[in-house]
């Protein structure tokens, strides 16, 4: 889910850069593209990947 959201917001930041502008309140092209990535490291770290239920890998036992 968080890279979902990673890579709309990567969109979001492309295309800001593409046309040169901020958002008001110092919103760049740049602060976009450094939240995607803070997004991605927290996919990659297990952060909102991992199901509550206990399904999945981590919630089976080996054989």
């Known amino acids: ?3 979902v959201v990673a890579a709309i917001i990567f969109g979001l930041g492309f295309l800001l850069d593409l046309v040169n502008v ?3 309140g110092g919103i760049s092209g740049m602060t976009l593209v450094l ?3 803070t997004l991605l490291a927290l ?3 297990g952060i ?3 199901s509550f239920r206990g ?3 981590r919630g089976r036992a080996r054989r």
């Open 1 to 3: 889910m968080l890279a």
């Open 22 to 24: 901020r958002i008001p």
């Open 35 to 37: 939240l995607g990535l």
């Open 43 to 45: 996919h990659q770290a």
């Open 48 to 50: 909102g990947t991992a």
């Open 55 to 57: 399904s999945g890998w």
